[in-house]
């Protein structure tokens, strides 16, 4: 039997690769990444970014997105939502990726819009890891269509989940994700933020108390992701009469329940119409 060959995955210079486990076998994997970019210092960065990561040195590609394409088996597609057609409508670019898998990350732009501007035989799957990536945390959903083939569904978690969690749902819960997981992490770092304030107010030295507000909320999420529900937590650590059960009362005073859930609504709603500009 003949060797399987291996995968060439083309990746943008914004994305920080890395690749799973997953139930379905994987006969393919990565072994050469590509990289497209548009400006030399870009080509720079990429090439810093990516020394001791793979066996061989990625490829890249400047001002050259078509040849990059050519020489890939999957791209993952990474630019501002509104450059989507005139990246993909690059002369060239539509034989370029006949009967590949097109990853998408980008917010907003549904599988439908697009297909209509690549070739019918390119499968296109969405995914939205968040910055997170970078040190292997991210929380990645996934979208796909029914009629990509399981192999390559489980490559795509594959892919994502050498960056931290990654999840499979459909394309109608994207726009949520994307405020939930892709926006999530600013809206952390600004409670984080809030929480050091509080700390410094009341004497605490800024590190320190950015330090402490920072692995309270590590902690707090560590409980949840391992099962426990969050209103568990919080009537544990409320004491009759104690400093938590006051705290909460002025968090509730201030709708800090609502006033985040909308935080979320509404991001979630500036995600759908990114696609659209």
């Known amino acids: 039997m003949a060797p399987v060959p291996p995968l060439t995955v083309r990746i943008p210079a914004t994305f920080k690769i890395i690749c799973p486990v997953s139930l379905t076998p994987i006969t393919r994997l990565p072994s050469k990444f590509v990289a497209c970019v548009k400006r030399p210092e870009s080509a720079s960065r990429v090439r810093r970014a990516f020394e001791g990561f793979t066996d061989t040195p990625v490829e890249i590609y400047t001002g050259n997105n078509v040849e990059?394409?050519?020489?890939?088996?999957?791209?993952?597609?990474?630019?501002?939502?509104?450059?989507?057609?005139?990246?993909?409508?690059?002369?060239?670019?539509?034989?370029?990726?006949?009967?590949?898998?097109?990853?998408?990350?980008?917010?907003?732009?549904?599988?439908?819009?697009?297909?209509?501007?690549?070739?019918?035989?390119?499968?296109?799957?969405?995914a939205m890891p968040n910055t997170a990536s970078k040190i292997r945390e991210s929380m990645t959903v996934i979208s796909a269509e029914d009629d990509i083939p399981p192999e390559e569904k489980a490559l795509v978690s594959w892919i994502f989940s050498q960056i931290g969690r990654s999840l499979v749902l459909g394309e109608k819960h994207m726009d949520a994700c994307t405020a939930l997981c892709g926006s999530g992490p600013a809206f952390y770092?600004?409670?984080?933020?809030?929480?050091?304030?509080?700390?410094v107010m009341m004497g605490l030295p800024r590190a320190e108390a950015q330090?402490?507000?920072?692995?309270?909320?590590?902690?707090?999420?560590?409980?949840?992701?391992?099962?426990?529900?969050?209103?568990?937590?919080?009537?544990?650590?409320?004491?009759?009469?104690?400093?938590?059960?006051?705290?909460?009362?002025?968090?509730?005073?201030?709708?800090?329940?609502?006033?985040?859930?909308?935080?979320?609504?509404?991001?979630?709603?500036?995600?759908?119409?990114?696609?659209?500009k």
């Open 211 to 276: 330090m402490m507000a920072a692995q309270t909320m590590q902690g707090a999420g560590r409980m949840v992701l391992a099962g426990q529900h969050p209103a568990i937590i919080r009537e544990q650590v409320s004491t009759p009469a104690g400093c938590t059960i006051h705290g909460l009362l002025i968090l509730e005073d201030g709708k800090v329940r609502s006033t985040i859930a909308r935080t979320i609504q509404e991001a979630a709603d500036v995600a759908a119409g990114l696609g659209r």
């Open 68 to 126: 990059g394409v050519r020489g890939a088996d999957v791209v993952i597609l990474g630019c501002k939502p509104q450059m989507y057609a005139e990246i993909l409508g690059e002369e060239g670019m539509c034989q370029a990726l006949e009967g590949k898998l097109l990853v998408s990350i980008l917010a907003g732009v549904k599988i439908a819009a697009l297909k209509e501007v690549v070739h019918n035989s390119t499968r296109v799957v969405r």
């Open 189 to 199: 770092a600004l409670i984080v933020e809030a929480m050091a304030d509080g700390g």
